[in-house]
Structure formats: C-alpha cells, structure tokens
C-alpha cells in the first residue's frame, strides 16, 4: 500500500491521507493506493517512497521501495477511485534497482510515482 495512504503523520511536507475525503491532490483517480512491490525489496506493509522529494532538484532523487518488474516491466496498481493498471516502467535503473534506496537523479519513473502518491 502507498505509504502516504494513512501514514500516522506527515514529514517533511509531504501529505498524508487518512480519509478518502483527503485524496484531492492527487485527485482520486491519480492517486495511487495499491501498487505490486518487487518481491525481494517486501520489508513491510506499506511501499515507502522519498519523504522529501523536490521534483525541481532531479540529482536528489531516491527510488525507496521498487515497484514490480513481472509484467512485462511493470506491475498493477490501484487507485483511489477503484481502477486499475498495469504502469511499465520506462527507465531501465527502475527495472534493475538494487535492493537498498537508490540514487536515480532524472528517473521518470520515480516522477511518476512521486506524483501519484502524494501531494506537497
């Protein structure tokens, strides 16, 4: 599950939802809730992302928990309003991230996901 969704408290400006009336920014229909989690990063119940990501400074972007590779480079997720996807990741550092959090300055991918889970 997105770690912003129902997060016992917000850091570093990052938005928390606790109820579906919080989900505005991100509408809906964007924000993630479920997503597939790459099997050997599984460390929890929650898929964790960069707390204090700045989309104006890509050279500080960090890829936390990674998202699933087993559909033909992606993975399922759902959102707030109850459909689904399946997301392929485009850039390869996605598809070949080392277990630990990963420097990915520029990553697309991790922008997708950065936008998708939250609001700042």
Same mark, same amino acid.
């Given at each position: 599950?997105?770690?912003?969704? *129902?997060?016992?408290?917000?850091?570093?400006?990052?938005?928390?939802?606790?109820?579906?009336? %919080?989900?505005?920014?991100? *509408?809906?229909?964007?924000?993630?809730?479920?997503?597939?989690?790459?099997? #050997?990063?599984?460390?929890?119940?929650?898929?964790?992302?960069?707390?204090?990501? #700045?989309?104006?400074?890509?050279?500080?972007? /960090?890829?936390?928990?990674?998202? *699933?590779?087993?559909?033909?480079?992606?993975?399922?997720?759902?959102?707030?309003?109850?459909?689904?996807?399946?997301?392929?990741?485009?850039?390869?550092?996605?598809?070949?991230?080392?277990?630990? %959090?990963?420097?990915?300055?520029?990553?697309? %991918? /991790?922008?997708?996901?950065?936008?998708?889970?939250?609001?700042?």
């Amino acid at each position: 599950m997105n770690g912003f969704m *129902g997060a016992p408290e917000a850091r570093g400006g990052a938005s928390v939802y606790r109820r579906l009336g %919080d989900i505005i920014r991100p *509408g809906p229909a964007e924000a993630l809730v479920f997503i597939e989690e790459r099997v #050997d990063t599984i460390n929890d119940g929650s898929f964790s992302q960069q707390w204090d990501f #700045d989309p104006n400074q890509p050279g500080g972007w /960090v890829l936390r928990d990674k998202p *699933g590779i087993v559909h033909k480079r992606g993975c399922n997720l759902a959102f707030a309003d109850g459909h689904a996807v399946v997301q392929r990741w485009q850039d390869p550092r996605t598809v070949s991230a080392p277990r630990d %959090d990963a420097l990915m300055p520029g990553n697309a %991918d /991790v922008l997708w996901l950065q936008r998708h889970s939250k609001a700042r």
